[in-house]
């Protein structure tokens, strides 16, 4: 059964870009409270709503759309960093950057390591 808990899902390559376009090193995911990191997905904010990470405790989620970058984030980055013009640059250097928010579908361990299995919707192109 569903649980609809949802959950801030980053990838660390994407950190590195947004680190990256602030001048600085990678940003920490706990910085702006994501719950989950995924590695190796290319674009893993690009995962379109609907599609379902499979993991190997049987712990599921589905994507519920891109996490919107805001400046409550940029305020967690600049307390970390001491530039208080963070909060401002944050959200354009994380814009569609910031990772996806999802619903757990199937509660389950996720470990460190643990591999992702990634469903895509149907795709229709009219």
Not at 65 to 75: I, K
Not at 94 to 119: F, M, Q, W, Y
Request: hydrophobic letters at 45%; one cysteine or more.
């Amino acid at each position: 059964m569903r649980s609809g808990r949802q959950i801030s899902i980053v990838s660390p390559e994407e950190l590195w870009e947004i680190g990256y376009a602030l001048g600085l090193p990678p940003l920490e995911a706990g910085w702006i409270g994501a719950n989950l990191v995924v590695e190796g997905v290319a674009r893993l904010s690009f995962l379109p709503a609907g599609t379902r990470m499979f993991f190997p405790s049987g712990a599921s989620v589905v994507v519920e759309g891109q996490n919107a970058p805001c400046r409550h984030a940029g305020r967690a980055v600049a307390r970390h960093t001491e530039r208080p013009s963070d909060e401002i640059s944050f959200p354009k250097a994380a814009k569609r950057l910031r990772g996806l928010v999802a619903s757990v579908e199937h509660a389950g361990p996720v470990l460190p390591g643990d591999a992702v299995t990634i469903h895509l919707p149907e795709q229709w192109i009219y």
